[in-house]
């Protein structure tokens, strides 16, 4: 159950620049430890292969790219796509433009356009840069500083999707119905030139005034409200796990949850959509590499509800429903306890290979409830740039280039270690975190809600305790029911190694 954490602007140092303060330069130092063993610096050989590849392709987003492929592009520079991301990011990957389309009933309701950067253009099949993208597989990020699949020159500029900037892209055009449900689909290769860098803050405190969106993305919460019903219809859950974030109030500093906000949630459904589209097209071409997730089993889910009944809930209805119903933004401990549990229904996920001889259930992504591929970050994960091409010459049912046909096998593989690696960091950048947080408040008692329980091989036995203040999830020494609310001691925290150790008080 890992979160992504959240730094508040007075930690969070631009091109690393180092923070003022002693538990700043203590949350840096560990981060800097984490990252030590990690590839920071790209080769020479492999940077000097992307400043090549900037130097020759850069100004031209018309030229036929060193991934080989002379389909030609779509001008589509005249339509305003917009960027939304996180604050302050630079490697965008994604811009949209959505419509709401004034059609007979029966008809589409939206059009929604998805431009995503073409990074494969730069990378020469088998070349020096190749080969390093290989090896990292994906971004890694920690709250200070990320290790880029991709050099700077590529991530945050030439690929980049800048507002104002020229940039190839494929670019998804999907018509939905009313109902969310897809009324026809198209992908293509084209040059886009974004308006706008916007960020989620920003747009939701817009839309949370009754101030108007921009117009690129103004239809945003009706269609995504739309793809959520969508969503329900087809079985599919979205696991909207809070952030954990160090907030600061008067030069204390804190764990605090942040639940997401509409607008991502929005946001995330047309990545979704996208996904599904490209699946569909790779589907039908019979080659291609899926994201997928198995179904959960019964046994499974009778834990999940149990859970859900010890918490205080109704589990009287399928597990999906359970969740929505709960909301993932109520700031209840006992709700927000749920939602840190659920990802225990969904285990095994991981890269499948379009073949003859697979069945119907290994192909589902069983939290979408439908097939679905890794297709909208290609600057920040490997697997994307490969999806990309092959669903675009499904599409428009020609031949995918020989390279990405030819890489798909390995990738599974390469996707499982890389995001291995990148699960190990994100856990450990917790621990951290939550040990230097609370190193000064050994001895002091928490309010909790256990939401689990084990007993270790010395047979110790341990409870698993959601605390909403500071916003941690622990094991403590001691016995109790999930559900019950319960006090932990911190009995020791160790900065160096990120331990805690907590014990229930009787």
Not at 11 to 34: D, F, I, M, S, V
Not at 85 to 114: I, K, S
Not at 300 to 305: H, K, N, Q, Y
Not at 451 to 456: A, C, E, I, N, Q
Request: proline residues 7%.
């Amino acid at each position: 159950m890992l979160t992504r954490l959240r730094l508040p602007s007075s930690l969070t140092p631009r091109r690393r620049e180092p923070a003022p303060g002693p538990l700043a330069a203590r949350l840096h130092e560990a981060y800097a430890r984490l990252a030590a063993d990690l590839p920071d610096e790209y080769p020479a050989a492999a940077l000097a292969d992307a400043e090549a590849a900037v130097a020759e392709l850069g100004s031209d987003p018309f030229a036929v790219g060193r991934d080989g492929i002379e389909t030609e592009r779509v001008d589509l520079r005249e339509i305003p796509f917009v960027t939304i991301d996180p604050d302050g990011a630079t490697d965008l990957d994604q811009a949209m433009h959505l419509e709401t389309l004034d059609t007979a009933e029966g008809q589409a309701a939206f059009r929604v356009r998805y431009a995503i950067a073409d990074v494969g253009r730069f990378i020469t099949p088998g070349g020096p840069l190749d080969a390093e993208t290989h090896a990292r597989g994906q971004t890694i990020y920690l709250p200070d500083r990320r290790i880029p699949l991709h050099p700077e020159v590529i991530s945050e500029g030439a690929a980049s999707l800048l507002p104002g900037e020229d940039r190839a892209a494929y670019v998804f055009t999907v018509e939905l119905a009313a109902d969310g449900t897809i009324v026809s689909q198209d992908l293509m290769r084209a040059v886009v030139r974004s308006r706008a860098q916007l960020d989620y803050d920003t747009v939701q405190a817009d839309a949370d005034a009754g101030r108007p969106l921009p117009e690129a993305m103004a239809a945003l919460p009706a269609i995504g409200a739309a793809l959520q019903a969508d969503e329900v219809a087809r079985g599919g859950i979205d696991l909207a796990i809070p952030d954990q974030e160090v907030t600061e109030t008067n030069g204390d500093y804190t764990l605090a949850y942040r639940p997401r906000q509409g607008i991502e949630d929005d946001n995330a459904q047309i990545s979704l959509l996208a996904g599904r589209v490209a699946a569909d097209l790779m589907l039908r071409a019979g080659h291609g590499v899926l994201r997928t997730m198995p179904r959960p089993d019964e046994e499974t889910i009778e834990a999940f509800l149990a859970i859900v009944t010890g918490l205080g809930f109704d589990a009287a209805a399928p597990y999906q429903d359970v969740i929505r119903s709960i909301g993932h933004q109520e700031r209840n401990p006992r709700a927000l306890a749920v939602h840190y549990a659920s990802p225990s229904l969904f285990r095994g996920a991981g890269y499948t290979l379009i073949g003859a001889e697979t069945g119907e259930d290994e192909l589902l992504q069983a939290a979408v409830g439908a097939p679905y591929a890794h297709t909208t970050a290609p600057l920040r994960r490997l697997v994307d740039r490969y999806v990309l091409p092959i669903a675009e010459a499904a599409c428009r049912e020609g031949d995918a280039p020989a390279w990405a046909l030819d890489g798909l096998a390995e990738l599974p593989e390469v996707m499982k270690e890389t995001g291995r690696l990148a699960g190990q960091i994100d856990k450990q950048v917790i621990e951290y975190t939550e040990a230097i947080l609370l190193a000064e408040r050994t001895g002091e008692v928490f309010d909790g809600v256990v939401v689990g329980s084990r007993t270790t091989k010395d047979g110790t036995a341990l409870v698993e305790v959601h605390v909403p203040e500071p916003a941690v999830v622990v094991w403590a020494a001691g016995e109790a029911p999930v559900g019950d609310p319960v006090q932990i001691r911190l009995r020791s925290a160790e900065p160096e190694t990120g331990t805690l150790l907590f014990d229930v008080v009787a």
